[in-house]
């Protein structure tokens, strides 16, 4: 190897320098340390472990000499928690920022749920398409197995039958389900705000903390500016003349966003807009940032991307474009 690229020495510790093909595969896979590329006697060599120093430092003792190499290269560590946005981790819970989409009738079922929670990542229950019933037994379940482990339920819109969508929300209240992923939303609806504004309140620092978290997947600028806006006045209007929220809920709604975090859904299993992820997640990272600016609101809200993330590739590649989960 040649010594024109050398960054410093490499001082050797308990470990030896690994060589070859299988040295570096077996590196990659240790994503919680760093890596550094060595010069061992010629060949290309692997080390994780020891210390680095300058090249400009003296040649010191022989033996000294004898446990130092040239080093050329180095991989910080980056480790899978390390990835998107803390702010999101924290919020949620979470050791991974992963969610686990809500898969319509159950597909995204309470095992699969369960298991995502389990391994410190977010899973949503499907419970698109499936009655009353089916999706009380599933929070029942999951209520009593998860215990403080993150979970969500999915709201779908239901512009058919706005009365499902209503009772949805009264059982997902009545059960104290926090956290709803919306899907399939064109416009803001009734029982969505009634959900995101009930039991609202502020705390003796003069924040807003909303029990309710909504995470909205969405695909158009258009419905995404309604979600990172605060709920609108006729439905805030409407529920306190039906009584469901008191005058302080109302009041406290004009500060807060209608969604935590919005998934900027591009390919998808079933409906899709047919968006492309390079120029939608950027669409909706530059709409947050606005709306940030616009209503000052007290918490940060993510931007995450879903649809076509099958590899390792594009997930990192999700990632490096600012993706929070």
């Known amino acids: 190897m040649s010594r024109e690229n050398q960054l410093g020495w490499w001082i050797k510790g308990e470990d030896k320098p690994g060589l070859g093909h299988d040295a570096v595969y077996s590196a990659i896979k240790q994503v919680g340390k760093p890596i550094y590329v060595i010069d061992a006697g010629g060949q290309i060599g692997i080390a994780q472990g020891g210390h680095i120093v300058s090249a400009s430092l003296p040649s010191g003792d022989p033996a000294s000499q004898e446990r130092r190499f040239p080093w050329t290269a180095f991989v910080p560590p980056l480790h899978p928690a390390s990835m998107g946005s803390p702010d999101f981790i924290r919020t949620y819970g979470l050791r991974y920022p992963y969610v686990v989409g809500a898969m319509a009738n159950g597909i995204t079922s309470t095992k699969m749920v369960e298991s995502a929670g389990r391994a410190g990542m977010l899973g949503f229950y499907g419970a698109a398409g499936l009655a009353i019933p089916q999706i009380e037994t599933a929070i029942q379940y999951l209520q009593?197995?998860?215990g403080r482990l993150p979970f969500g339920f999915n709201l779908i819109h239901s512009p058919g039958d706005p009365n499902l969508e209503l009772e949805t929300v009264h059982l997902y209240l009545r059960y104290g389900v926090r956290l709803i992923s919306a899907s399939a939303f064109m416009n803001l609806t009734l029982p969505l705000v009634y959900y995101r504004i009930k039991g609202i309140q502020q705390d003796e620092h003069g924040i807003t903390a909303t029990p309710q978290k909504i995470i909205a997947k969405i695909s158009r600028e258009e419905v995404a500016k309604k979600f990172l806006a605060p709920p609108p006045e006729k439905f805030i209007r409407q529920l306190l003349g039906?009584?469901?929220?008191?005058?302080?809920?109302?009041?406290?709604?004009?500060t807060i966003p209608m969604a935590d975090a919005l998934t900027a859904e591009a390919d998808s299993g079933g409906h899709?807009?047919?968006?492309?992820?390079?120029a939608l997640l950027p669409t909706m990272i530059s709409l947050r940032d606005w709306a940030m600016t616009e209503f000052n609101f007290d918490a940060p809200l993510s931007i995450g991307l879903g649809g076509g993330i099958a590899t390792p590739e594009s997930a990192a590649a999700a990632f490096a474009m600012g993706a929070d989960y």
């Open 272 to 278: 899709t807009d047919n968006r492309s992820a390079l």
């Open 242 to 254: 039906l009584g469901w929220i008191t005058s302080q809920e109302a009041r406290l709604a004009e």
């Open 144 to 146: 009593e197995k998860m």
